[in-house]
């Protein structure tokens, strides 16, 4: 049976762990060909390279310059998924001016510059999908999250801005925007969401982050992964501008 994404070419950024390696995985298995970027034992992003067939640029997505790089060596790409994330939790006048700046660069500006180096190519050829990582924090806030917030915020309006702009030529963009999943983005808050709270590590993960969802569980990344996939597929080429959420709940109340 012929898959879906054969002769499709996926740069999946933040895609050597967590959602964005199960994106990876999961347009690899549709027969896309996938560029993987992210950070990661050498070893271990060799494996997966081996296991996907896929490419690696290690570019820094917090560089513009190394950004452009990246983009001109692996070339023209039908799929971009926007992913690389970080997080830092604190409170506004504790909040450490050099982590705002990284959230901002990594989680929002980052997907202005792999965006506007792919769109050419994608008129091009009358056909493309873009896919920004956002998350319920697109939608809605939470304490101590000031950076990550106002980012996922801009991302969301970054995207309906795109699909706006590049509806007539055949691609499209939307946003994913998930709860809480269990990747090293969220186990590596948990620290800090201790501190800023003064809680035991069972009371954030239980009263603080699995509070917010009302089905007490934890998003799988393959179930974002599958959505990912669905918006690549000829059923979704009139979805644009949308925001998915997959939240077990969170933003319905």
């Known amino acids: 049976m012929r ?5 499709k070419r996926a740069l999946v950024t933040g895609s050597t762990s967590g959602i964005g390696l199960a994106v990876a995985r999961a347009l690899a298995a549709e027969g896309a060909e996938v560029i ?23 570019a820094n997505l917090m560089d513009a310059a190394a950004i452009a790089t990246m983009m001109g060596e692996i070339g023209p ?3 971009l998924v926007n992913n690389a994330g970080m997080q830092h939790v604190a409170a506004i006048e504790a909040f450490p001016a050099d982590k705002w700046d990284s959230i901002l660069a990594l989680n929002l500006t980052a997907a202005f510059h792999t965006t506007r180096l792919a769109v050419p190519r994608m008129k091009e050829r009358g056909w493309g999908r873009i896919i920004n990582t956002a998350s319920a924090h697109s939608a809605v806030a939470s304490p101590f999250k000031s950076a990550y917030v106002a980012a996922k915020h801009g991302l969301a309006g970054f995207t309906k801005t795109i699909a706006l702009e590049l509806a007539t030529h055949g691609i499209t963009a939307n946003c994913i925007s998930p709860g809480y999943v269990w990747t090293p983005l969220v186990e590596n808050q948990i620290p800090d969401t201790m501190a800023a709270r003064g809680m035991t590590r069972e009371e954030v993960m239980n009263d603080i982050l699995l509070a917010k969802q009302p089905t ?6 393959e179930d974002v992964a599958a959505l990912a996939v669905f918006l690549c597929t000829p059923a979704a080429r009139g979805i644009t501008g949308a925001s998915y959420a997959i939240d077990g709940g969170w933003t319905a109340e």
């Open 36 to 58: 993987l970027n992210g950070l990661g034992d050498p070893g271990e992003i060799a494996r997966l390279c081996d296991e996907l067939g896929a490419l690696y640029n290690g």
């Open 77 to 79: 790409i039908d799929i």
């Open 3 to 7: 898959r879906m994404l054969k002769d």
């Open 216 to 221: 007490k569980q934890f998003i799988a990344p």
